[in-house]
Every structure is written in C-alpha cells, then in structure tokens.
C-alpha cells in the first residue's frame, strides 16, 4: 500500500474507534468524547498497540504517515489554543478582580506548591523523569505547573454539559480560570526562556506589540467572516515567530489569540468553529500525544507517579479554593464545587507538558504519568460535580 492509502487507514481508526468505544458504552457521563479520544490516543501508541501488534503498528503508523499527521496535528492544536486566548475575558475579570485575583492566586498557587513538592519526591525516589536539557528547577516548576493546569476550552465542554456555562456559577468559573490561564503561558515563557536566545525572545516580543497594535486596527475595521481568516493568518505567523526565538509554537499561538476581542465575533460562531476542531482534527493531536507514551520505567513505576500527582493535584487545588472560599465568605459548599471545576484538565495540559517533552525538560515517561493524571482528574469532574448541582 502506499502512503495515502495507509494515510487513510490512519484517519479511519483515529476517528472510528473512539466514537464506537464512546457510543456504544456510553461513557458520556463519565468520560466525555474527548477524553476517550485522548485514551484511544493512548491505546493505539507504541505502549499498547505497537507491543500487541507490532508489525501491524509499523506499518499502518510508519514514518511517512506519522509525519502527515504531525503537520496536522500541529495545525489543530495551534488553531485550538488560538481559540482558548480569544475567549479570555479580562475586562470582566477587571470589574470583579479582587474576587477574581484572590480565587485564580489560590486556586493556582496551592497546586503549584503540592506539585513542586511532588516533583522534588519523583527525582528523590529513582532516575529517569527529568529531561537531558532540563535544570532542576525547570522541572520541578515545570511539573508543578501541570498540576496546578485548569483547561479553559475542556472546563466550556463540561460547564456545557451541565448545563451552567451562561449560569452565574459558571460564569464565575470561567473568570477565575481565564486568570489561570494566562498564567500558564507566562510560565511556560519563563521555564522556556534561552539565555543564549534571549536576544531574539525580546526582539520577537518587541516586534509582536507593535504588529499587535497595528493588527487589532485593521481587525475593527473587518466583516466577521473576514476576521476570521485574517486572524488564522496572523496565527500562523506568530507561531513561527516563537517558534524562531525559541519560546515554542504553542506560546505564539496563545498570544495571537489573547490579543484579539472576543467580542469580535458571535459567541456561536466561537463555539461551531472550538466543535468544528474537535471534531476534524483534534482526534489527530490526541493520537500524536498517544504515540509520546513511554512505559520503559516500567508500568508500575509510571502509575505511582500518576497516583502521586494526582493527590497533589486535586489536594493543592481544593485547598487553595477552600482557602479562597473562607477569605470571600462563599456560600457553604460552593467551594467544593468551583474546586473540582477548576481541577479540569485535559487537553491545556496535555499541550503543556507536550511542550516540556518536545524541549527534553522531561521524559517520556514523566509525559506518561502526567497524561495519566490529566484524564483521571478529568474524568473525575462530572460525576463528582452533577449530583452536587441537583441538589435544591
């Protein structure tokens, strides 16, 4: 067979078996389309399939087809993050920024301090986590900040699903992990930041504010239709400009978005074009970050450190919620619920650590652990928030 056929062979098991795995067991309520499609990501990797199957594994998922969906997947993630920085709301954020400031600081910086911890106990306990390039300090803030991770687009499904993202618990919710969510590019900026290259980092920044400026002037004066284009041109090439200074593709396309109004565009011409990416592409992403999955530590090892993680996770954020709860004087159990919220992670930090992997900040098999942990504490959030929300 050639490379398009067995390209095409790729697309129809990427795309077919998640949706059968999803309707068939009807996992909607506890594991959404996307994160199946993350676990089938996961299930047609090396780790799984190419050991059941490694001849099979070769050849559908050889060089050239596995570079084809790179290019994709590239683009799809790009378009995706994109999206998240558009719908960052930071004016209403402004009006209510002590509630808004004091939640996204706790609710950030405890999962942080439980990570970091939780990192430091990874390099004590054996070898083999962190990354040939990394400092000590990149990793350990680096996996602290996984932890503390809250996946804006993911939290809009679910806030989605059930049925409060216009509700004002939702909208609450959204503000403070739009807060969080600039944070999480600031400091990946920071951890990403070259000494050698800082030279063409400030001048790709010094660059970008003024083409900002001149962007967002020629944006007002567009029909909607055409801002969406003009904006994926402009996507495109910010990520290149990271990407040449060495703070990553992902971070360009994070600030192409985050510069743009979100009022530019109808609320359900956003929302068609995050499902429309969901749907056609994305599965591609989830399938290259499956075929990252290491296992070489062995099973067991990868899966403690999972378990680790995920208590300091869901630990650090409950408190620093709980925290923020006592100091706003919240409604008695309106904590717990924001607190699970906000632990949505999935795709955000998926991206995160796939950007630590692609640097050698960590191992494949710390990028194992931490997706592990990513899924479960998504996976976590419905059936822990739904029976809270039918409450009278």
Known sequence: MNTTELFLIAMTIILGAPYLVWRVLRTDYWAPLVVVQILAGIALGPGVLGRMFPDYYATVFAPPVVAALNGIAWWAVMV???????????????????????????????????????????????????GETAA?????????????????????????????????????????????????????AVILLDWKRVGHQVAF??????????????????????????????LAACGYGADWCGLHFMVGAFLAGAVMDRDWFRLEGLDALRHNVLLTVMPVYFLSTGL????????????????????????????????????????????????????????????????LLDRHLITSETFTALLLMAVASTMLTVPIVAPRLKRP
């Open 80 to 130: 995706f993050v994109w999206i998240a920085g558009i719908e960052l709301d930071l004016r209403e954020v402004w009006r209510q920024r002590r509630e808004c400031g004091t939640t996204a600081a706790l609710a950030l910086g405890a999962p942080l301090v439980t990570g970091c911890l939780a990192a430091l106990g990874l390099l004590a306990w054996r070898d083999g986590w962190m």
């Open 205 to 234: 920044l010094a660059v970008f504010a003024l083409a900002a400026v001149v962007f967002r002037r020629i944006m007002v004066r567009l029909r909607e239709s055409d801002r969406y284009l003009t904006g994926l041109v402009w």
């Open 292 to 355: 990252r999955t290491n296992w070489a530590l062995g099973g067991a090892a990868v899966f403690i450190a999972a378990g680790v993680l995920l208590v300091a996770s869901v630990a650090g954020k409950l408190a620093g919620v709980g925290l923020a709860g006592r100091l706003l004087g919240w409604k008695p159990g309106d904590a717990w619920t924001i607190g699970w919220l906000l632990q949505t992670k999935a795709l955000i930090m998926i991206i995160f650590v796939n950007v």
């Open 136 to 188: 000590t300090w990149q990793f350990v803030l680096g996996i602290g900040m996984a932890c503390a991770v809250t996946a804006l687009p993911i939290l809009i499904l679910l806030l989605e699903k059930l049925g409060i993202l216009r509700e004002p618990l939702g909208q609450r919710v959204l503000r403070y992990a739009s807060l969080d969510d600039l944070a999480i590019w600031a400091v990946l």
